[in-house]
């Protein structure tokens, strides 16, 4: 019987595999490159739209700030009806340095406080920067700042009915410093809460700096500016936490495609051991299946030709016959029930019945088969064994696989079945006297059968062990194997405890 490499249809080639992980990595590259290339541009976006959003803040801050100036001036001309108001209205807000009531002409009528120096000055700014622009159309107020003795001042120009200018006119000097600390410094005291980093309202001789946003103040105060240096820590801070986040994103994405790929990977190569496994599995199950089937044709063909004319002789190859063919149908059975077994398929019929009858009936059925292969079969069973829940089937199975194994692979001539009650537990044990296997040997035979596979060593393929395993785990009991205290041979130990009663 030839036989060919079994692959499962739905494995993929080995090429296709590394393609597919390939691509895979190759996918998790690219995004952390693209990754890296988006830092890079979000760096820059968000570098201008916080360079927008402060230029926007600050143009807000200049015009509020120049609102409250302007309602700080024009306060006390709403409240200056005559001469007699002046000192009341000055009193009213520390700002105001002098007031002097005007003709149409621009000539002082009145003036507080009433000093000759502080008038001279009055009349020196009031001919340099109002007397050639009274007739023409300016908004009012009119605003000029000037210095007096190293202190800015404001001075404001205005006509009590700004529709009937022939009325007269009402100049008032404000301390500058003290307009801008009453009403500019609380807002940017605001400002540099909300924003962070330093802003200040400048004169027109402060130095012009590039690392500095600048906002021109173009009503009250013209020719000065508000400059704001923002908090490059706290900039970069904000960055750096969307910097985190956009990574963090990024890391996950490519930590997923990394997981899918070691687990794509994991399978394909547990894939590609079970096909390895089933092509071994399938090697050795066909060799074992040679032996007997080469034996019965060899035996039938010596027959058919006539050749024995012994008839105890003839007898003797008809019963080889009839046991090689036993022995073929109960391989295939165990190729069956293992992979039944394996897909939860069947399983074990538990009754709690007499285990030494069914060793017994098993032992007396299969005698005369293992006494012909040249192995002597020595029973040790106890007198009483407790009604163990158990299939008679599977157990009978489990037994002539053990028989089998000691008798075929092992080469053991002397085999030993033991029986044993030991409180609740009931153990059954199959030893022979063959070569055994190492320790070594043992674990892997161990480690294989626990995850449900078949082991392949010197002593066969393992297929029985690994059927004899399945029916264990069914019944709950324990499968020991280890060799003999005497270094020979091996003993192969299965027990029942009193967890496994049928329910």
């Keep these: 019987m ?16 590394l393609l597919f992980l390939g691509t895979m990595l190759f996918t998790s590259i690219l995004i952390a490159g693209f990754t890296l290339r988006l830092l890079a541009v979000q760096d820059a976006l968000w570098q201008d739209a916080i360079t927008e959003s402060n230029a926007r803040a600050l143009e807000l801050l200049g015009n509020e700030a120049e609102h409250a100036l302007m309602n700080a001036v024009r306060t006390p001309f709403h409240a200056l009806k005559n001469a007699d108001r002046m000192k009341v209205v000055a009193s009213g807000t520390s700002a105001i340095r002098h007031i002097v009531l005007l003709d149409s002409h621009l000539h ?23 007397a050639s622009e009274i007739n023409g159309n300016f908004v009012s107020p009119r605003l000029v700042v000037e210095e007096l003795g190293k202190k800015p001042v404001l001075l404001a120009l205005q006509a009590p009915d700004p529709l009937d200018r022939t009325q ?29 980093g330093a802003v ?19 009503n009250v105060l013209s020719g000065w500016m508000l400059s704001y240096e923002p908090d490059l820590h706290q900039e970069k801070h904000i960055q750096q936490r969307n910097r985190y986040l956009l990574i963090g994103v990024s890391s996950c994405v490519v930590l997923a495609l990394l997981l899918a790929t070691y687990a794509v990977w994991r399978e394909l190569r547990h894939e590609r051991e079970m096909s390895a496994l089933r092509n ?19 035996y039938v063909e010596t027959l058919r ?18 046991g090689e063919t036993e022995r073929l149908t109960d391989m295939i059975d165990t190729v069956l029930h293992l992979d039944r077994l394996k897909q939860n398929k ?16 098993t032992l007396q059925r299969y005698r005369d088969m293992l006494i012909q292969r040249g192995a002597r079969v020595h029973a040790q069973l106890a007198e009483t064994v407790p009604a163990v829940a158990h299939d008679p089937r599977a157990i009978t199975q489990v037994l002539l696989n053990l028989l089998n194994n000691a008798a075929e ?38 480690r294989a059968l626990r995850r449900g596979e078949a082991a392949p060593s010197r002593r066969g393929s393992g297929l029985g062990l690994a059927l004899v395993q399945q029916i264990a785990d069914a019944h709950k009991a324990i499968l020991d194997i280890a060799g003999n205290t005497d270094g020979e041979g091996l003993r192969v130990t299965l027990t029942f405890s009193g967890d496994n009663k049928h329910k």
């Excluded at 001539?413 to 296997?437: F, H, Q, T, Y």
Aim: glycine share 6%; aromatic share 8%.
């Design 200 to 218: 200040k309202l400048e004169d027109p001789t402060a130095p012009w700096r590039d690392s500095v946003m600048h906002q021109p103040m173009t």
């Design 2 to 17: 030839s036989v060919k490499n079994y692959n499962s249809p739905s494995l993929p080639s080995f090429s296709t595999s």
């Design 305 to 322: 030709l006539g050749r024995i004319k012994n008839l105890a002789r003839r007898e003797s190859y008809f019963d080889t016959i009839i």
């Design 280 to 298: 071994r599995f399938v090697a050795n199950v066909s060799h074992e299946l040679k032996t007997p089937l080469a034996l019965i044709r060899l």
């Design 108 to 130: 002082q009528i009145a003036s507080w406080p009433h000093t000759e120096d502080s008038d001279k000055q009055l009349d020196i700014w009031v001919s340099r920067h109002f």
């Design 409 to 446: 692979h092992a080469g053991a001539k002397e085999i030993e079945v033991k029986l044993d009650v030991s409180g609740p537990r009931v153990s059954l044990a199959v030893v022979d006297r063959g070569p055994g296997l190492s320790s070594v040997e043992i674990k892997t035979l161990l």
């Design 346 to 361: 069947i399983y074990c019929d538990l009754r709690e019945t007499d285990l030494l009858a069914t060793v017994n009936g």
């Design 168 to 196: 007269g006119w009402i100049l008032i000097s404000f301390d500058l410093g003290t307009l801008i600390k009453e009403n500019v410094e609380p807002l940017l005291q605001t400002f540099t809460a909300s924003h962070g």
